[in-house]
């Protein structure tokens, strides 16, 4: 019974740990794909009213469950929200301004995990960690800090896969050949199916962490934390 009672506490303290930076970064790549699709001349994602920070316009049901159940589990963080509608007739340069929508996305993961840095940064520099170590609040602050961190720059990396249909494909996509390309973002209808393989085999970890690991550590080096 204890450890039922201890499970649960430690489940609900990943959630609330992981919630604000999972879920700022999840709404966040949306706007950043819709903001670019304006800059681009398509203004679907605006009169959508998907370029706001209140929630509600963004959450899918099912990719929010994912979010909270991931999140309760404290291992990898996983959920999405209703992708941006984005018109590539709009664009300009359609090849060209579906490879930066796409790169939106995941560049705004990796300003936010910045930010988080930053953030976490001037915690310490104000308020230094053996004056405020015994606080359960500061410790909280702190990790949810650093979880920010590593969350963004997951969903960054995770959604620069090049599997369809995945920020990172649309980017190889453009350096493809008309036809080639055409025949690989085809790849989407069987997409999901792929990225839950990937997922539940574990053959996505080898990959990303390392990359993650050292992302991370280069913005601790960079705020010299």
Request: charged fraction near 10%; hydrophobic fraction near 55%.
């Amino acid at each position: 019974m204890l450890d039922l009672f201890s499970n649960t506490e430690q489940a609900l303290r990943n959630f609330s740990i992981a919630f604000i930076p999972a879920f700022l970064g999840i709404i966040l790549h949306e706007i950043g794909h819709g903001y670019m699709a304006l800059r681009q001349g398509d203004y679907t994602a605006k009169l959508n009213g998907r370029l706001t920070l209140n929630p509600l316009p963004h959450i899918d049901p099912v990719g929010l469950l994912m979010f909270v159940l991931t999140s309760l589990s404290g291992s990898f963080v996983f959920g999405w929200a209703k992708p941006v509608p984005v018109n590539v007739r709009a664009f300009r340069d359609p090849r060209h301004g579906l490879m930066l929508v796409a790169l939106a996305g995941p560049l705004a993961n990796v300003l936010l995990a910045l930010l988080f840095g930053l953030l976490l940064k001037l915690t310490i520099t104000l308020f230094p960690p053996l004056a405020y170590q015994h606080s359960s609040a500061y410790i909280f602050a702190l990790s949810m800090m650093q979880t920010g961190i590593v969350i963004n720059l997951g969903l960054a990396l995770f959604n620069l896969f090049p599997i369809p249909p995945l920020d990172g494909s649309k980017v190889v996509s453009y350096f493809l050949p008309g036809r080639l390309a055409y025949s690989y973002l085809s790849i989407e209808r069987y997409g999901l199916i792929i990225l839950i393989l990937l997922i539940a085999s574990g053959a996505l970890g080898p990959i990303i962490t390392p990359i993650l690991k050292g992302s991370f550590h280069l913005i601790l080096d960079l705020f010299a934390l």
